[in-house]
T-cell receptor
Framework: EPEVTQTPSHQVTQMGQEVILRCVPISNHLYFYWYRQILGQKVEFLVSFYNNEISEKSEIFDDQFSVERPDGSNFTLKIRSTKLEDSAMYFC????????????FGSGTRLTVV | DAKTTQPPSMDCAEGRAANLPCNHSTISGNEYVYWYRQIHSQGPQYIIHGLKNNETNEMASLIITEDRKSSTLILPHATLRDTAVYYCIVNDYKLSFGAGTTVTVRA
């Protein structure tokens, strides 16, 4: 069964450093998403991406965050200057262009900012 | 987006059916009901969705009331591996996860 692949599975970074989280969505999917989950809290929407541009973003997704689909297969989330409160699980998801079909999530990247 | 209300937790015996309720009284006519689950800290997993007809797949059944104000997810024969947080979500274009129902399947 097709999977959404995320790398790395765990990343530790120092506060103020830039991090890039990588995702390979399912190949024929057209919509891409990033979510995060702070330990013990709800899964929160960050951003959706379609047709090479952001279609929606949450209040969390401020100027420190950016997304890119550089080569038609990878989908990346960059955090420019990490803060302690960015520590969380980050999930990538994708879905087909067909309306009303389930999202497929990756297994996540655990980001720890020290 | 319509809001959903789910019980915070429930227990189920292994091998028995688990019936997970969800209220979505403000759902609008074209909004679908989706169910996802999250096992431990893994990524959420799609289970099933429906508009107004009952639906069944290899994982579960979804029963939606005629007025569409509530639904029930049925896991027909719960196993220990079904222990997870189950989320009922209305509207698809941006999944909004609530607290869900923590289901514990006991041997």
């Amino acid at each position: 069964e097709p999977e959404v692949t995320q790398t790395p599975s765990h990343q530790v970074t120092q506060m103020g450093q830039e991090v890039i989280l990588r995702c390979v969505p399912i190949s024929n999917h057209l919509y891409f998403y990033w979510y995060r989950q702070i330990l013990g809290q709800k899964v929160e929407f960050l951003v959706s991406f379609y047709n090479n541009e952001i279609s929606e973003k949450s209040e969390i997704f401020d100027d420190q965050f950016s997304v890119e689909r550089p080569d038609g297969s990878n989908f990346t989330l960059k955090i420019r200057s990490t803060k302690l409160e960015d520590s969380a699980m980050y999930f990538c998801a994708s879905r087909t262009g067909t309306t009303h079909y389930g999202y497929t999530f990756g297994s996540g990247t655990r980001l720890t900012v020290v | 987006d319509a809001k959903t209300t789910q019980p915070p937790s429930m227990d189920c015996a292994e091998g028995r059916a688990a019936n997970l309720p969800c209220n979505h009284s403000t759902i609008s006519g074209n909004e679908y009901v989706y169910w996802y689950r999250q096992i431990h800290s893994q990524g959420p997993q799609y289970i099933i969705h429906g508009l107004k007809n009952n639906e069944t797949n290899e994982m579960a059944s979804l029963i939606i009331t005629e007025d569409r104000k509530s639904s029930t997810l049925i896991l027909p024969h719960a196993t220990l591996r079904d222990t997870a947080v189950y989320y009922c979500i209305v509207n698809d274009y941006k999944l909004s996860f609530g607290a869900g129902t923590t289901v514990t399947v006991r041997a």
